[in-house]
Nanobody, 124 residues
Framework: QVQLVESGGGSVQAGGSLRLSCAAS????????IGWFRQRPGKEREIVAA????????SYADSALGRFTISRDAAKNTVVLQMTNLKPEDTGNYSCALREDQGSAFAIGSYSHWGQGTQVTVSS
C-alpha cells in the first residue's frame, strides 16, 4: 500500500512563495507520475504539475507555468512543488497523487493513490 503525505501549506500574501512536499512511502511500490493537484473554492479539482519518474519530464498547467516548479528527490521518494509569485486565485487545497501506469499526466482519473492534502491561502 502506497501512502502519500503532503506538507508545507500555509498562508502567505500575494507575491509570496510556498514550498510543498509530497513524501511517498510503502512496500515495493513503483510510479509513473506523481502530480500536484488543487481544488479551489467552488471549483473542480485540477492538475497543477506532474513529474514522470523514468526521465523526470515535467508537465504544468497553464496557470502554473513560469511560477511553479515541480522537482523530485529520488533518494527520499519526495516530490516538491515550489510556488512563487502566488496570487489570491491560487488559494485552495493542494494534494499530491501517484499514477502507476503510462498515459497522460493530465488524466486526473488515472491517479490511483492520493494524499490528504494541505491548505494554501493567499491573501491580497
Amino acid at each position: 500500500q502506497v501512502q502519500l503525505v503532503e506538507s508545507g501549506g500555509g498562508s502567505v500574501q500575494a507575491g509570496g512563495s510556498l514550498r510543498l512536499s509530497c513524501a511517498a512511502s510503502g512496500d515495493s511500490f513503483t510510479w509513473y507520475y506523481i502530480g500536484w493537484f488543487r481544488q479551489r473554492p467552488g471549483k473542480e479539482r485540477e492538475i497543477v504539475a506532474a513529474i514522470r519518474e523514468y526521465d523526470g519530464r515535467k508537465s504544468y498547467a497553464d496557470s502554473a507555468l513560469g511560477r511553479f516548479t515541480i522537482s523530485r528527490d529520488a533518494a527520499k521518494n519526495t516530490v516538491v512543488l515550489q510556488m512563487t509569485n502566488l496570487k489570491p486565485e491560487d488559494t485552495g487545497n493542494y494534494s499530491c497523487a501517484l499514477r502507476e501506469d503510462q498515459g497522460s499526466a493530465f488524466a486526473i482519473g488515472s491517479y490511483s493513490h492520493w494524499g490528504q492534502g494541505t491548505q494554501v491561502t493567499v491573501s491580497s
